[in-house]
């Protein structure tokens, strides 16, 4: 078993000596004990808790599905929208009820919440029957404060860091596809994110260790990385490097899929546009977030482009990356959003065509200038336009799909479909997810599949032959 957790200190501590003696001394506390994690909000939570399942599993403690049998319960909680912040309080009810049949239950919340004193003061005030509040960039931490909670009653908050965490030996959820963050935090301050208040300021990693991270997961038999970040492309500036050059590098691996997400149109050069156009293991396929297709709500939200810029992107990609899928975010309803401004939404997602988006109402973030901005619009027409705004993506995600009818394409093969015990599943190099008829021997594979069927959301399609990358 790797020891993350170990290893983080390590390079933390530079001595290593006074974690070690803390493990030995006190690991058999933990030996056995069962955590339930659960997770909230973007890939980049779910990668978080692949760290967490390390560090817990490091110290002997056994996963377990069933809330009722934890000894350790972990909520790693999203701050992004306000339902997800509901979703985390919701269950917390259930914690709360466990905790009180079972006084020796520790409860830890940990991701972006954590790293809101005001949300952390709400929720600490209003459950205080909560052990661990931990910030995203203190995880390594975690190990450390749960023995001591299991010794004596102290509540650590952390606050930010701007430590950034080179290579770390993770156990991942997957064997095909692994997430590597190439950096952290985000410096843009969209007027309605909370992200920068919680992740803190851009933080890049070294690009030795990150292509030595994924020759590493290349060796392992890995087949796919998604480089991570919360604004991926503006990588390097504040260590001399840049994206483009990063992903030459990683796409020299060889490794056969590279992603990443997520991507902010100001920061998107014309050398990454050559870099994936060179690479054949660079996936044709962009999340470019557009938020809005109204000049006045773009300014509103601080997002430093025009529509006219962000079409200009947009077309350069499409004429220069064959194939290239490009799906968005969109918000409704953003503060002083009129209807002519929803219509020039509409607009862009017609001139745009995107082969799927995200959309959102938008929704107050204590803290962040937006929440701060007047709003009349009524919740009735927000959900109005989102509807329609919806109809509309989702008759151009279905267009885009469409085109695949009888094609052959590659797809990576990622395990049992869960709708079809029949089938497996997998992704294209476009990110479109398909329902395959085939045998379970290819998960893991990259296949060619003969598409049958399409819909908004995935396709269907049949098992042809092991697919080989040109
Ligand atoms: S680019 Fe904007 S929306 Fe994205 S994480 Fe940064 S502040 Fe938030």
Same mark, same amino acid.
């Given at each position: 078993?790797?020891?993350?957790?170990?290893?983080?200190?390590?390079?933390?501590?530079?001595?290593?000596?006074?974690?070690?003696? =803390?493990?030995?001394?006190?690991?058999?506390?933990?030996?056995?004990?069962?955590?339930?994690?659960?997770?909230?909000?973007?890939?980049?939570?779910?990668?978080?808790?692949?760290?967490?399942?390390?560090?817990?599993?490091?110290?002997?403690?056994?996963?377990?599905?069933?809330? #009722?049998?934890?000894?350790?319960?972990?909520?790693?909680?999203?701050?992004?929208?306000?339902?997800?912040?509901?979703?985390?309080?919701?269950?917390?009810?259930?914690?709360?009820?466990?905790?009180?049949?079972?006084?020796?239950?520790?409860?830890? %919340?940990?991701?972006?919440?954590?790293?809101?004193?005001?949300?952390?003061?709400?929720?600490?005030?209003? /459950?205080?029957? &909560?052990?661990?509040?931990?910030?995203? /960039?203190?995880?390594?931490?975690?190990?450390?404060?749960?023995?001591?909670?299991?010794?004596?009653?102290? &509540?650590?908050?952390?606050?930010?860091?701007?430590?950034?965490?080179?290579?770390?030996?993770?156990?991942?959820?997957?064997?095909?596809?692994?997430?590597?963050?190439?950096?952290?935090?985000?410096?843009?301050?969209?007027?309605?994110?909370?992200?920068?208040?919680?992740?803190?300021?851009?933080?890049?990693?070294?690009?030795?260790? &990150?292509?030595?991270?994924?020759?590493? =997961?290349? #060796?392992?038999?890995?087949?796919?990385?998604? =480089?991570?970040?919360?604004?991926? #492309?503006?990588?390097?500036?504040?260590?001399?490097?840049?994206?483009?050059?990063?992903?030459?590098?990683?796409?020299?691996?060889? %490794?056969?899929?590279?992603?990443?997400?997520?991507?902010?149109?100001?920061?998107?050069?014309?050398?990454?546009?050559?870099?994936?156009?060179?690479?054949?293991?660079?996936?044709?396929?962009?999340?470019?977030? %557009?938020?809005?297709?109204?000049?006045?709500?773009?300014?509103?939200?601080?997002?430093?482009?025009?529509?006219?810029?962000?079409?200009? =992107?947009?077309?350069?990609?499409?004429?220069?990356?064959?194939?290239?899928?490009?799906?968005?975010? %969109?918000?409704?309803?953003?503060?002083?959003?009129?209807?002519?401004?929803?219509?020039?939404?509409?607009?862009?997602?017609?001139?745009?065509?995107?082969?799927?988006?995200?959309?959102?109402?938008?929704?107050?973030?204590?803290?962040?200038?937006?929440?701060?901005?007047?709003?009349?619009?009524?919740?009735?027409?927000?959900?109005?336009?989102?509807?329609?705004?919806?109809?509309?993506?989702?008759?151009?995600? /279905?267009?885009?799909?469409?085109?695949?009818?009888?094609?052959?394409?590659?797809?990576?093969?990622?395990?049992?479909?869960?709708?079809?015990?029949?089938?497996?599943?997998?992704?294209?190099?476009?990110?479109?997810?398909?329902?395959?008829?085939?045998?379970?021997?290819?998960?893991?594979?990259?296949?060619?599949?003969?598409?049958?069927?399409?819909?908004?959301?995935?396709?269907?399609?049949?098992?042809?032959?092991?697919?080989?990358?040109?």
């Amino acid at each position: 078993m790797h020891l993350p957790d170990l290893e983080i200190a390590k390079k933390r501590n530079k001595s290593d000596n006074k974690y070690i003696e =803390l493990k030995e001394n006190y690991e058999p506390v933990l030996k056995g004990k069962k955590y339930f994690l659960r997770t909230y909000g973007c890939q980049m939570n779910v990668h978080d808790s692949e760290a967490i399942r390390n560090y817990l599993e490091a110290l002997g403690l056994e996963n377990t599905s069933d809330v #009722n049998n934890a000894d350790v319960i972990v909520l790693n909680t999203c701050a992004i929208r306000e339902n997800a912040k509901d979703k985390v309080t919701g269950f917390l009810g259930k914690c709360h009820y466990l905790k009180k049949h079972n006084p020796n239950l520790k409860i830890v %919340i940990a991701g972006c919440m954590s790293e809101q004193p005001d949300v952390v003061n709400e929720i600490m005030k209003k /459950h205080q029957y &909560i052990d661990i509040v931990i910030g995203t /960039h203190n995880l390594y931490d975690l190990p450390k404060l749960l023995i001591e909670k299991f010794q004596k009653q102290v &509540i650590e908050v952390y606050s930010e860091s701007d430590e950034v965490i080179e290579g770390i030996n993770y156990t991942r959820d997957s064997k095909y596809t692994a997430w590597v963050n190439i950096m952290y935090g985000c410096d843009k301050f969209c007027t309605y994110c909370i992200v920068p208040y919680t992740r803190g300021k851009e933080r890049s990693r070294k690009l030795e260790s &990150i292509v030595d991270e994924v020759i590493k =997961l290349k #060796n392992e038999g890995y087949k796919e990385v998604t =480089l991570l970040g919360q604004n991926v #492309n503006a990588y390097g500036h504040d260590i001399g490097e840049t994206f483009s050059h990063l992903l030459e590098c990683v796409a020299k691996t060889g %490794i056969e899929r590279i992603r990443f997400v997520t991507s902010h149109p100001w920061n998107f050069t014309d050398e990454m546009i050559d870099v994936i156009s060179k690479y054949k293991n660079v996936m044709p396929y962009i999340h470019l977030p %557009i938020q809005s297709g109204s000049n006045k709500i773009l300014k509103r939200m601080n997002r430093r482009y025009t529509k006219e810029e962000y079409f200009e =992107l947009f077309t350069k990609m499409k004429e220069r990356i064959p194939n290239v899928a490009i799906t968005t975010d %969109i918000i409704v309803g953003f503060p002083s959003e009129t209807e002519e401004d929803f219509k020039d939404t509409l607009e862009m997602v017609k001139k745009c065509e995107f082969d799927g988006a995200y959309t959102f109402i938008f929704s107050k973030r204590e803290g962040t200038p937006a929440a701060r901005m007047e709003d009349h619009t009524p919740m009735k027409v927000k959900e109005e336009r989102l509807q329609k705004l919806n109809e509309l993506v989702n008759f151009y995600s /279905h267009a885009s799909n469409q085109k695949l009818l009888g094609k052959e394409v590659e797809v990576l093969i990622l395990g049992e479909s869960e709708k079809d015990n029949n089938k497996v599943y997998g992704y294209t190099d476009t990110m479109k997810l398909v329902n395959v008829n085939g045998p379970k021997s290819i998960i893991g594979e990259i296949v060619s599949v003969k598409i049958t069927d399409a819909k908004s959301f995935s396709l269907d399609g049949d098992y042809v032959k092991e697919g080989v990358l040109s």
